[in-house]
């Protein structure tokens, strides 16, 4: 596609259920972010994928939050066992290599009851 | 930590005058700067970026200017039009200009235009 892309848009559920949210990277871009962003604050950084190399994990905020990127394209980040914190807006975005700048999808609300 | 800072919350200027959006950092590492906006319910868009040996860059109606030695930053948007309201991101990031480095945020600031 045209852009970075997120699935779903919106996600609400309920404190304990695991959830999954989804990003497909700009074609050919090599490097997948995500961050989130909580009501009044900045954008956070949680974990970055650079071609086949380890991801960069520093930002995530605990054990319950993993993410995948499979076959170097989309890429799923997974809350385990959520919590009413977790409420936030989670973004995505790509970049091509050698490239700083970021190109963002639209974002996942997750509302967590 | 907040190691990039956005201390105005919100900013309104006349349309057709200069917008004037500061950013500070504490992080002497960052040698890259970008701008984002961003528009309700979408993701952020790249506006404009810095890099650390330069001072001053320049595209069309948006110049951000560099000042290392105050750790600031600012985005002039001259002349300010309608479709400038949004909330306009700082944004930080460390490396050696390899590209691909995680990018650190401000907390924005909500720019309105008044017609």
């Known amino acids: 596609g045209a852009g970075v892309s997120q699935s779903p848009s919106n996600k609400v559920t309920e404190k304990g259920k695991d959830v999954e949210l989804r990003c497909d990277p700009i074609?050919?871009?090599?490097?997948l972010y995500w961050y989130r962003q909580s009501l009044g604050q900045g954008l956070e950084f949680l974990i970055y994928?650079?071609?086949?190399?380890?991801?960069?994990k520093s930002g995530l905020p605990s054990d319950r939050f993993s993410a995948e990127r499979t076959g170097g394209s989309v890429s799923t980040l997974t809350i385990q066992r959520t919590q009413q914190e977790d409420s936030a807006v989670y973004l995505c975005?790509?970049?091509?290599?050698?490239?700083?700048?970021?190109?963002f999808g639209p974002g996942t609300r997750l509302t967590v009851l | 930590d907040q190691q990039v800072k956005q201390n105005s919350p919100s900013l309104s200027v006349q349309e057709g005058r200069i917008s004037i959006l500061n950013c500070d950092y504490t992080?002497?590492?960052?040698?890259?700067f970008l701008w984002y906006k961003k528009y309700p319910a979408e993701g952020p868009t790249f506006l404009i970026s810095?890099?650390?040996?330069?001072d001053k860059n320049e595209d069309g109606r948006f110049t951000v200017f560099l000042n290392k030695s105050a750790k600031h930053l600012s985005l002039h948007i001259v002349p300010s039009q309608p479709g400038d309201s949004a909330v306009y991101f700082c944004?930080?990031?460390?490396?050696?200009?390899?590209?691909?480095?995680?990018?650190?945020f401000g907390t924005g600031t909500r720019l309105t235009i008044i017609p």
């Open positions: 975005a790509s970049t091509r290599e050698g490239q700083n700048e970021q190109f």
């Open positions: 074609s050919g871009h090599t490097a």
């Open positions: 994928f650079q071609g086949n190399s380890a991801p960069d």
């Open positions: 992080n002497s590492m960052f040698d890259y």
């Open positions: 810095i890099s650390s040996i330069k």
């Open positions: 944004a930080a990031s460390v490396g050696p200009n390899f590209g691909n480095e995680k990018l650190t």
